[in-house]
């Protein structure tokens, strides 16, 4: 076995206490059980710990080996994920949100013992008495979103002939966005802090699903139609998406 893997302690293998060492780093490896997986999967959490989940009918010993075949490739996602989350750090000193694509300066001032904030060229009270700037913010993106995307997806549904029943714009740490056999859409709010055109990429990608309800060379197929930069979002979502949810693309 690589000296990349080891075990705490020296004892057998236990779910919890797995590391996985990346240039001298000790990274935590978390391994969970999902019976809906059909193969073995690895990736980089946004918090920078790696998972390795395992199939229904998988067992630990071929799940490390399975991480011990792709070892180069899991170290370079960690190395991603690092070099990001520095630029991000220094980011977050200067009181940085994410908006639409671009990183967005908050200000505040103060208007008649009232606390304003200023982003992204508009103003509106704060009560930071009663939550976080963090959590006002969170807040403000979740409203803008329920405002925007509503419209966003109508537009696209108009102009390509969709039909959906009802859209719901969701807290999803898992997914950008889904779409139901029953013609419901979800959205993740998250979409409004994406560049537009990544957004309406997992927008266009859920209307698709209107008609394959798959990922079949169809689906593909027909999205490359309507969306011919899918690759350049697909491409920045894997680069980009872990600082907002845990999962990697809409479904």
């Not at 980089?44 to 009918?57: A, D, E």
């Not at 990922?215 to 930069?229: A, E, N, T, V």
């Amino acid at each position: 076995m690589s000296t990349y893997l080891r075990f705490l302690n020296g004892r057998a293998p236990q779910k919890e206490d797995l590391v996985f060492h990346i240039q001298g780093q000790a990274v935590p490896v978390k391994v969970a059980r999902k019976r809906i997986a059909k193969h073995y999967i690895l990736k980089v959490t946004h918090l920078g710990w790696i998972q390795l989940t395992l199939p229904n009918r998988g067992n630990l010993r071929e799940g490390l080996a399975f991480l011990e075949k792709h070892r180069v490739w899991i170290a370079q996602q960690w190395l991603q994920w690092l070099k990001r989350s520095h630029e991000h750090q220094d980011r977050q000193g200067r009181l940085e949100v994410l908006y639409r694509g671009h990183m967005e300066p908050i200000t505040l001032s103060t208007e008649d013992k009232n606390t304003i904030a200023h982003f992204a060229r508009l103003s509106f009270p704060v009560d930071l008495s009663r939550m976080s700037l963090g959590d006002w913010m969170n807040s403000w993106l979740r409203y803008q979103a329920g405002k925007d995307l509503p419209a966003r997806l109508a537009k696209w549904a108009l102009k390509y002939d969709f039909k959906y029943h009802r859209l719901s714009i969701r807290n999803q740490r898992t997914r950008w966005g889904s779409c139901s056999s029953q013609k419901n859409i979800s959205l993740n709010w998250r979409l409004i802090q994406l560049p537009d055109k990544h957004a309406d990429y997992v927008m266009l990608h859920e209307l698709n699903h209107l008609r394959h309800m798959n990922h079949s060379k169809r689906f593909w197929d027909s999205l490359r139609c309507i969306c011919p930069w899918m690759d350049s979002s697909e491409r920045w979502i894997t680069q980009h998406g872990h600082f907002l949810t845990d999962g990697c693309g809409p479904v």
